[in-house]
């Protein structure tokens, strides 16, 4: 059999309209997309000016949007040294972090501002940082049996602050410790009662899933 391959492209017609006006109106745009702010302009500083801001009187709370200027991770640090808190217990639950974080709250403990910091990971985190962070977070953070580090399932991102004059502090919202260049949302709460009550939760999470073996 042979096949005729002698074709002409003038002899084929296409149903299609080339044709197409790029002119036409829409109601739709491109998003706009900001540039990311560079690591290097993140600024503790803006921290610290957040922090002198807000008022923690008992039973307050205060709404905060963040502008991803500085980490998250440096509000906490921010706010219990300029507040010259002593934290008894200091209990973050976070999704993710990064080293920044972790020697944020290595200030805290070396500074003598928490006596005793409890950390709740993703396990999503633990395992993509098993060989990097982990080992840091251990390296860095294990001294004198004051931290624990819990490795759960949990999307949470939660600080409790108690402080020694029984201010029990609560921070929610969307960010991570390591949240910088997005807008985020914040609540700040001076509240026993909130405070008491995602700490119970947050306990039986450290009761199973710590990974730190203590003396009972």
Do not use: W
Not at 157 to 175: E, P, Q, R, W
Not at 178 to 192: A, P
């Amino acid at each position: 059999m042979e096949l005729d391959l002698n074709f002409n492209i003038e002899d084929i017609e296409l149903d299609i309209d080339f044709n197409i006006d790029n002119g036409l109106n829409t109601r739709y745009t491109k998003p706009i997309i900001d540039p990311e702010i560079k690591e290097e302009y993140l600024s503790y500083k803006k921290a610290v000016e957040l922090a002198k801001n807000i008022e923690l009187l008992k039973s307050s709370r205060q709404f905060v949007f963040l502008d991803g200027s500085f980490y998250f991770g440096d509000f906490i640090e921010a706010l219990i040294v300029e507040k010259n808190y002593f934290v008894e217990e200091l209990t973050v639950s976070t999704l993710s972090m990064n080293q920044n974080n972790i020697d944020s709250l290595a200030n805290l403990l070396k500074g003598g501002y928490v006596g005793k910091l409890n950390l709740i990971i993703s396990h999503y985190f633990y395992s993509h940082e098993r060989h990097d962070l982990i080992p840091y977070i251990y390296e860095t953070l294990d001294i004198n049996n004051q931290f624990q580090l819990v490795v759960v399932r949990s999307h949470c991102k939660i600080c409790l602050i108690k402080t020694d004059n029984n201010d029990k502090i609560v921070i929610h919202g969307s960010a991570n410790l390591r949240s910088s260049g997005n807008f985020e949302q914040m609540m700040i709460e001076n509240n026993e009662n909130l405070y008491d009550f995602n700490y119970e939760y947050q306990k039986t999470m450290m009761k199973r899933y710590s990974t730190i073996k203590k003396e009972q």
